[in-house]
């Protein structure tokens, strides 16, 4: 008896606590039309802790079940609106709380239209990420992507267009955090600046990210809408310099129920100058060199969502990329020692073409944070190149030579993700993955002038991750490990030229102390590979003149890198802005870098490839801001500092002599650069901006660059009740852009390259449209090879 009354006494407190548990919450959320808001976050709160939540459904009613008794904060939240803040109090023993129909209330700042672009770029410093919100201060720099990224805090382009990150090439670019088939300096210059909605700067990734890049990645997010019924916004603009270059985009969505279009068009062509020139000191020679380059290119991105219900989306895109090119270069070689001079008129046709397809699935867990993530993402490129090589011998006579190179690139790539999100509590978050990634590229190389040959090189990756964080009141830390398996195969002419095949762990902890809400400090901790790309080891030439010939090496090993960030972000108050700095430190082993050595083949002349250094060292700091002074000036300042310890083999000739060999040297390069962007608002509708730049000259093992600074002036007009505007920016104003270089080994020589820098961009925006982003918000992929190439032009 006692027995079944303990046990009845038992099921009783059982079926009472879970009784307990049974609140509800209930209500409706709408605009001020009356119209329902799907897809708002209904967050539950205690004590300024998120508890539980859930999101409205397709006609803005929600239900929250399986409430414990607790005095909640209710948060209404949707992008676009204010929050709204009201009360539900179980503690009363009710256990069904509607809130009725709750009316949002439309952001003040906010304009209808699309893809509303702020009038500043801001800089948000996140627990693993910069974030850079692209606006119309950044979007008037230039027509494309790699005209603005000289704005960004710790970035750099060089005058080939090739990016570094903290003064170093090993980065990885994703467009929409996928990976793309096509060179960064390519791709930078095919994307329309008006494209671009924000960057994200990762410069110490954590595991669940794919383990390439020594100073980490660089993700640029294009424009998507997804607002309520027909959107668009519509850019042009053009850049005047020794001819006028053109670029437009459109951006547009439709909307209705469950499905959403969204389509993207930008396009930018036109002809761009560049001079070169060098000078042999040891021969006396001096190459004169002139370059244009015809390039046209069309970018298209369509997509759909599908929104199964409040639980599961399905969407689809493309990324389709056209680009062709017709480059002249024009060489004098000027013999001071000879009468006369040798002429070289080259001709490079390119024809690029890639698609990107993807497809994604999304499902929401009851629980607010809860998501499992598939995705698929096939990437297509076909890349052709022919070089047509003309050149006249007036030294002694009149003789000529003429040659061809043909090269065909064909890759494939295909990626496969499954991401799991779990918070296992308010306070502890579990992050689950796994990654497929097989690359298979044909490289077809024909020429009249050296040995022809076929070329494959072939990769597979296959990966899986997990990450653990938990965030306390003022402190929070993730530890995070990828386990992968990576094999490749470069095959020459039917031989195996390289192969490897390992298993290896990729760690990943980070630790941030939040002492208040103004003050953060990080430290974080990373390893990471980089692994050669295709430019880096085919064999084929990506450029060739009479004395210099830039080609790949099949016999590069992965370099691998120990990377520790300690990172500060101090907010100011009466929201002023923000001020991060961080110090850095890496070591890195067998670190790929350029290098130039005597041509065997041919007496005076340099081959330009790649090579693995030994271990070499890095560190430095970085600081950035966004201070508001007054209501109508507000400035971002941002300096960067490192310091690169290399050593690698050179080559030297012994003297007097055409005999060289391989010496070890080693030197400390400090690289420098300061930025400072200032904006003025004049009136309600006109804007200046003033932007300068200076990059410190850097001493490396063969070459020493010179230091580079210029200022750039513009303003903007903001018209039809701000859906319109009408920007010029006077680049380079005083025409002071040049890379300069000097270097000693193989053979002493000095030059300079300078581009098209000082022009004036005019540009026209204007959006039309209304409704409230709800697009599917997907995972951030990355790369797995090195993009950037052995290219000049």
């Given at each position: 008896m006692?027995?079944?009354?303990l ?26 039309n ?6 708002a976050s ?12 859930g ?7 929600y239900?929250i ?38 009316v ?14 702020n009038?500043?770029?801001?800089i ?21 992507a790699s ?23 090993n980065?990885?670019?994703l467009?929409?955090?996928k990976?793309?088939n ?13 494209s671009?909605k924000?960057?994200e ?24 809408n ?8 519509v850019?042009?603009?053009v ?6 270059k053109y ?9 209705k129920?469950?499905v959403?279009f ?5 396009t930018?062509?036109?002809n761009?100058?560049?001079?070169g ?6 021969s006396?020679i001096?190459?004169i ?23 599961n ?7 389709q990329?056209?680009?062709?090119g017709?480059g ?11 009468p ?13 073409n890639s ?38 011998n007036?030294i ?19 990626t496969?993700n499954?991401?799991?999100?779990n ?7 579990l ?11 044909d490289?077809i190389?024909?020429?009249t ?5 076929d ?5 597979d990756i296959?990966?899986?991750?997990a ?7 003022k402190?929070?830390y ?32 980070y630790?941030t ?6 003050n ?25 003149t ?15 890198t120990n990377?520790?960030?300690?990172n ?23 670190e790929?870098?350029r290098?130039?050595y ?5 007496s005076g002349?340099?081959?330009m ?20 002074i ?12 490192s ?8 080559a ?6 055409q ?16 930025r ?7 009136t309600k509708?006109?804007?200046?901006n ?7 000259g ?23 009740s701000n ?8 680049n380079?104003?005083?025409?002071t852009?040049?890379?300069?270089f000097?270097?000693?080994n193989?053979y ?6 300078t ?5 004036i961009?005019?540009?026209f ?18 790369d797995?090879?090195?993009?950037n190439?052995g290219?000049l032009?």
């Amino acid at each position: 008896m006692n027995l079944k009354l303990l046990l009845l006494c038992f099921f009783a407190s059982v079926f009472s606590m879970q009784a307990q548990k049974n609140g509800t919450l209930s209500g409706k959320v709408t605009d001020k039309n009356n119209a329902p808001i799907s897809y708002a976050s209904i967050v539950l709160k205690e004590a300024g802790k998120i508890i539980t939540g859930g999101i409205s459904d397709d006609n803005g009613n929600y239900d929250i079940k399986n409430l414990e008794p607790k005095n909640y904060t209710v948060e209404i939240q949707f992008i676009g609106y204010k929050t709204f803040t009201g009360k539900a109090d179980f503690t009363t023993g009710q256990r069904s709380i509607s809130l009725g129909k709750t009316v949002l209330e439309e952001e003040a700042t906010e304009l209808t239209g699309v893809n509303i672009v702020n009038e500043h770029s801001t800089i948000e410093q996140k627990i693993d990420r910069k974030v850079i919100t692209v606006g119309k201060d950044l979007t008037t720099a230039g027509a494309t992507a790699s005209d603005i990224m000289n704005n960004i805090p710790s970035v750099n382009v060089d005058q080939d267009g090739k990016l570094s990150l903290r003064g170093n090439e090993n980065v990885r670019v994703l467009i929409d955090g996928k990976p793309t088939n096509i060179d960064a300096s390519q791709l930078l210059k095919q994307i329309p600046s008006s494209s671009i909605k924000k960057i994200e700067l990762i410069t110490n990734p954590s595991a669940k990210y794919n383990p390439e890049g020594m100073s980490g990645i660089i993700n640029i997010v294009l424009h998507k809408n997804a607002n309520d019924g027909f959107n668009a916004s519509v850019n042009t603009g053009v850049t005047i310099a020794v001819t006028p270059k053109y670029n437009g985009s459109i951006d547009m969505n439709y909307r209705k129920g469950k499905v959403n279009f969204f389509g993207n068009y930008g396009t930018n062509f036109g002809n761009k100058y560049n001079e070169g020139y060098v000078y042999r000191k040891d021969s006396i020679i001096e190459q004169i060199l002139d370059m244009k380059n015809a390039d046209k290119n069309h970018l298209f991105k369509v997509g759909m969502d599908y929104y199964i219900n409040d639980r599961n989306t399905v969407s689809v895109y493309t990324n389709q990329n056209f680009f062709s090119g017709d480059g002249d270069i024009k060489t004098d070689y000027l013999y001071w020692q000879l009468p006369g001079a040798v002429e070289s008129r080259d001709k490079y046709l390119t024809k690029n073409n890639s698609g990107a397809y993807n497809l994604a699935f999304k499902h929401v867990f009851p629980k607010e944070g809860h998501t499992l993530d598939f995705e698929v993402n096939h990437n297509i490129t076909n890349n052709d190149k022919d070089i047509y090589f003309n050149s006249v011998n007036r030294i002694g006579g009149i003789s000529t030579l003429s040659n061809t190179d043909l090269i065909e690139d064909d890759r494939q790539q295909t990626t496969i993700n499954l991401d799991y999100v779990n918070p296992l509590s308010a306070k502890s978050t579990l992050e689950l993955g796994a990654e497929s990634r097989t690359i298979r590229t044909d490289n077809i190389f024909r020429s009249t002038r050296t040995s022809s040959f076929d070329y494959n090189y072939d990769l597979d990756i296959y990966s899986a991750y997990a990450t653990f964080g938990q965030k306390f009141e003022k402190i929070s830390y993730q530890l995070g490990a990828r386990l992968e398996s990576y094999k490749v195969d470069a095959i020459l002419n039917g031989a195996t030229a390289y192969k490897d095949d390992y298993i290896t762990v990729y760690p990943s902890a980070y630790l941030t102390y939040t002492p208040s809400e103004k003050n953060s400090f990080q430290i974080s901790y990373s390893r990471r590979v980089d692994r050669p790309s295709l430019e880096q080891t085919k064999p084929s030439p990506e450029f060739a003149t009479l004395k210099l010939t830039s080609i790949g090496n099949p016999q590069l090993d992965p370099q691998f890198t120990n990377s520790v960030e300690v990172n500060y972000t101090r907010t100011f108050a009466k929201n002023k802005g923000s001020v991060t700095g961080g110090v850095f430190y890496r070591l890195i082993n067998d670190e790929i870098s350029r290098i130039l050595y005597p041509d065997p083949q041919k007496s005076g002349n340099q081959i330009m490839t790649f090579d693995n250094y030994d271990n070499n060292t890095a560190f430095g700091f970085e600081v950035s801001a966004n201070y508001k002074i007054n209501s109508w000036w507000d400035v971002q300042p941002a300096i960067d500092y490192s310091a690169l310890k290399q050593k690698g083999a050179v080559a030297k000739f012994i003297p007097n002599t055409q005999i060289s060999y391989s010496e070890i040297e080693e030197v400390d390069a400090n690289a420098f650069n300061a930025r400072l962007n200032s904006n003025f608002k004049a009136t309600k509708n006109i804007r200046f901006n003033l932007f300068g730049f200076y990059r410190g000259g850097v001493e490396g093992i063969q070459f020493t660059s010179e230091p580079m600074y210029k200022i750039d002036g513009g303003v903007r007009f903001s018209m039809l009740s701000n859906k319109a505007s009408l920007s010029v920016r006077f680049n380079d104003i005083f025409n002071t852009m040049q890379f300069g270089f000097d270097g000693d080994n193989p053979y002493p020589q000095s030059g300079y390259f300078t581009w098209e820098s000082q022009s004036i961009f005019i540009g026209f925006n204007y959006m039309f449209g209304g409704g409230k982003n709800r697009a599917l918000q997907r995972k951030q992929r990355d790369d797995n090879t090195k993009q950037n190439s052995g290219g000049l032009f």
